[in-house]
């Protein structure tokens, strides 16, 4: 029997590149993360704006940079927050 990942991983730089808004896309992975459970982003900037939103929804995010337009963010629930919140 398989575990479920401990992630789901999220690559906007193609909808972006199409002028896609990814907003949507993010936002529904973040509702549909199973407890314990972590969004991996990728995307072509550091997505400064979405830190705010994901903060105050209860995430803590690690960033890193690995090319010239490509950000890698984990955003990870808090302690004792619930995804029930999330909408």
Known sequence: ???SQSYVEVDVREDIRLNKEPF???MNAIKNLDE???LILHAPFKPIPLFKV???KGFDHEE????KKH???T???REGEK???IR
């Open 1 to 3: 029997m398989e575990e």
């Open 24 to 26: 949507h896309k993010i």
């Open 36 to 38: 314990g459970q972590d």
């Open 54 to 56: 994901l903060d105050r």
């Open 64 to 67: 890193e940079k690995l090319a």
């Open 71 to 73: 950000w890698k963010v």
């Open 75 to 77: 955003f990870r629930k």
């Open 83 to 85: 995804n029930d919140h």
